[in-house]
């Protein structure tokens, strides 16, 4: 179908006669041509979410997604799949849910970006399309993968991009060009090593109600839809997925995650790509233009050392490497609007070598003069008019790109927020002036929300990301071959110590510093020995967790079942302190217990119970503030665990009861090997309905409502005083971290 779409009176026959049978393939541009809104060039899930929507909502054209399959094309980047739902029996017209919606895309290209690298133009990319699809009806006709059908067509436009039309009979005087059947049916049977990821599309109007469930679906994820998030939800597959892309390479570990690339910037973060290809098409538009009144202004933001000025600059020069020149004022640094002026001209002599000015004002934020963001009202002339003042002349700038970096604030909300009422200080004028915006996501990890969940745990990806690049710009030979797609030689114990120290102390830069000051001149691979000491690593990380980190014990095989072990003693150390003796069934009353035996001799599930107890042990210790390191420095003894004592065993008892409810478990007034019954399945102190659904809400309906037991409880205070005892066993010792750098 082309533009004009679902008008004539063919298509009222088809939909009207045969809708549960139709297969609709259109072209986005000719969607846009349609009154719809579908952005273009800012992210994959912008544009999908954009396309489902005008789809299913829009009243000019929503017919099309009640036909049994859409395929909408984005030329050679990749294409949407639309799939109708039909109502179940019993179900209402309004109980019907969106198509299932599926986007076929290159990871590595956005919309457009392919056709920029390979220009030029062919005449029958929509009949690849359409081919492939048939082809797949014809060898499936019960069940046609339309996906696959999809992707292969994409493959075989590529193919006539690339290849162009055959030249027939050339010794003829009558030679023409021809679409290039036999290598494009070749395609359509068989496209090895297809580049295109697959994504469900997430309705946001659909699923704003949390009572939609699809019980094959993966859950919905509040907020912006990402397809990274969608597809990394746990924080142990995050750490998995950042230690692939630091010993692997992003490209290699995201094969089906959209990335934005720009020059030596790789980001797979959606707003960071949105945010990089709109400053992107302003740049191209602004220095396209031949004549031009005022600089483009954009704003960018971020934490210090996250790469505020990196960004920009890549995504600039990548545009046009050789027309931009980057030049850099730290406004902090001035003291006087004299050295603004001197800065102006240095400008305005840049623009007359013939280069554009790409202009960083650093700080711009910073105090001026003792007022609260004072250098603002200085800039509203030139951001205007392009022109600065110098006495009573005033000097023309030119064509230049002006980039306002935060100092004092990290992102365009804080800086909104503390330039209200602010007037005098001019910063709505100045805020009025601004083209764009870039919020610098940064390497460290956010703060918590007031559930104290991490409000963006992909840090991790943005840090993975950034460390192999610096690895390969200061130790290229620590990779295979010497190439920036090989292989990282490193240790896993530098590799997790590098991803998840708790924070760089001055961001990129600290971790550059960390690389630098680590001994890897002549060295192939990255171990333990290349690390500087602990007092180097406190300039810029916190030595004792990072340290911490890389002496991490790995608990498996024997060591884990010893230490297990020993938690299995101590659990029957403290039953005997309460006169407990053996018996075949627990009973309080005549103090009996069947685990009071030898670890050999107990139940599996229970020895599983003692490992996972033995697992937990380093993530518990660090959520209070202490670390597991090798005993190797006489460290004086301490009052283990002291205030954290309780919060720690409220914490061991959470795992334990987690642990008995995924073995079958749940709350019962008696213990019944038989019924699974078990008493001790009570939260660790009274609490609302409302408050154990806060807590508890994964096992809500298994637990108990009473308070655990003040003999219970002093149980699990026994296990966890047993933890210094546990781990001198295996050769640690247990730290406090240092407050001050917490």
Same mark, same amino acid.
């Given at each position: ?63 099309? =997604?009640? @036909? ?30 969106? %198509? ?12 457009? &970006? ?34 696959? $059908?999809?992707?292969?067509? /994409?493959?075989?436009?590529?193919? #006539? ?29 068989? @496209?090895? $090593? ?28 509040? $907020? ?13 597959? #995050?750490?998995? #997925? ?44 602004? @220095?396209?233009?031949?004549?031009? *009144? ?5 704003? !960018? ?47 305005? +002599? ?19 003069? *003792?007022? *609260? ?12 008019? $392009?022109?600065? &003042? ?47 915006? !870039? ?17 963006? %745990? ?11 690049? &610096? ?26 110590? /590098? ?72 659990? @029957? ?59 190797? =420095?006489?460290?004086?003894?301490? +009052? ?10 409220? &914490? ?18 008696? =213990? ?10 009570? %939260? ?28 219970? *409880? ?25 407050? =001050?750098? #917490?």
């Amino acid at each position: 179908m082309a533009k004009p779409l679902v008008q004539g009176g063919l298509w009222k026959e088809l939909y009207e006669k045969w809708a549960d049978r139709l297969i609709v393939i259109l072209s986005v541009k000719d969607l846009r041509r349609s009154e719809v809104q579908i952005s273009s060039e800012l992210s994959w899930e912008r544009t999908a979410q954009d396309v489902a929507w005008e789809l299913v909502y829009n009243p000019r054209i929503n017919t099309i =997604s009640r @036909c049994e399959n859409v395929v909408v094309s984005f030329s050679a980047a990749g294409a949407m799949w639309m799939k109708r739902n039909v109502a179940k029996a019993g179900e209402k017209e309004s109980d019907i849910v969106p %198509p299932e919606c599926t986007l076929l895309f290159d990871p590595l290209v956005i919309e457009g &970006m392919w056709e920029q690298i390979h220009p030029g133009q062919m005449v029958g990319y929509n009949t690849c399309l359409t081919a492939s699809i048939v082809h797949e009806l014809m060898i499936r006709p019960d069940n046609p993968n339309i996906p696959e $059908g999809v992707k292969a067509g /994409l493959c075989a436009l590529r193919h #006539l991009h690339e290849e162009g039309y055959e030249y027939q009979n050339p010794d003829s005087s009558r030679g023409i060009n021809s679409f290039p059947f036999t290598k494009i049916a070749r395609d359509l049977e068989s @496209c090895e $090593g297809k580049p295109f990821g697959t994504a469900e599309v997430q309705y946001p109007t659909h699923l704003l109600d949390s009572d939609v469930v699809t019980s094959d679906k993966k859950p919905f994820i509040p $907020g912006t839809w990402t397809i990274l998030q969608q597809q990394q939800v746990g924080t142990n597959e #995050l750490e998995s #997925l950042a230690a692939k892309i630091l010993s692997y390479g992003a490209e290699a570990a995201l094969k089906d995650v959209p990335m934005g690339k720009f020059g030596d910037l790789l980001t797979v973060d959606r707003r960071e790509i949105e945010s990089f290809r709109s400053i992107r098409t302003l740049v191209n538009e602004y @220095c396209s233009q031949e004549k031009v *009144k005022r600089p483009l202004s954009i704003a !960018v933001f971020g934490p210090p050392g996250s790469g505020k000025s990196f960004g920009i600059t890549q995504v600039a020069k990548s545009l046009r490497p050789d027309e931009i020149k980057e030049i850099t004022f730290n406004l902090s640094q001035f003291g006087s609007k004299v050295e603004l002026a001197s800065a102006f001209h240095q400008v305005r +002599d840049l623009n007359l070598t013939g280069k554009i000015p790409l202009v960083f004002w650093d700080e711009f934020d910073s105090v001026f003069e *003792k007022d *609260k963001f004072g250098w603002l009202r200085h800039f509203l002339v030139p951001m205007q008019d $392009g022109q600065f &003042m110098e006495g009573q002349t005033l000097h023309p700038l030119g064509k230049a790109i002006f980039v306002f970096a935060g100092g004092v604030c990290h992102s365009i909300e804080d800086f909104v927020h503390e330039s209200e009422g602010l007037r005098e200080a001019k910063a709505p004028d100045f805020i009025s002036r601004l083209r764009g915006y !870039v919020n610098i996501l940064g390497a460290n990890p956010p703060e918590t929300d007031k559930d104290e969940k991490m409000t963006d %745990p992909f840090y991790l990806v943005r840090r993975a990301i950034l460390l192999r690049s &610096m690895l390969w710009q200061n130790a290229p030979k620590i990779f295979e071959d010497r190439n920036p797609k090989g292989k990282l030689n490193i240790d896993s114990s530098v590799l997790w110590a /590098l991803l998840k120290t708790r924070q760089y102390k001055h961001g990129a830069r600290s971790m550059e510093a960390v690389i630098g000051m680590s001994n890897l001149a002549g060295k192939t691979n990255f171990d333990q020995s290349s690390l500087p000491s602990e007092a180097q690593l406190d300039l810029h990380v916190d030595g004792q967790d990072f340290l911490s980190l890389v002496h991490e014990i790995t608990l498996e095989g024997e060591t884990l079942e010893r230490l297990a072990a020993i938690n299995h003693d101590i659990y @029957c150390e403290g039953l005997r302190k309460k006169e407990y003796t053996y018996g075949e069934k627990r009973d309080n009353v005549k103090k009996t217990h069947p685990l009071l035996r030898p670890f050999a001799e107990i139940p599996e599930s229970y020895k599983e119970s003692n490992r996972s107890a033995v697992r937990s042990i380093a993530e518990k210790l660090k959520k209070i503030g202490f670390i597991m390191l090798q005993a190797r =420095s006489n460290e004086p003894p301490f +009052d283990f665990p002291g205030a954290d004592l309780d919060e720690l065993a409220q &914490m061991e008892h959470d795992r334990y009861m987690r642990d008995a409810i995924a073995h079958g478990w749940w709350y019962g007034p008696d =213990s019944n090997e038989k019924e699974k019954t078990n008493p001790t399945l009570l %939260p660790w102190r009274k609490m609302t309905e409302e408050e154990i659904q806060q807590r508890y809400a994964d096992i809500a309906d298994k637990i108990g409502r009473e308070a655990l037991s003040e003999d219970e *409880k002093q149980k699990d205070r026994l296990q966890i005083q047993g933890y210094p005892e546990i781990l001198k066993r295996a050769g640690y010792t247990i730290m406090k971290l240092r407050r =001050s750098n #917490l």
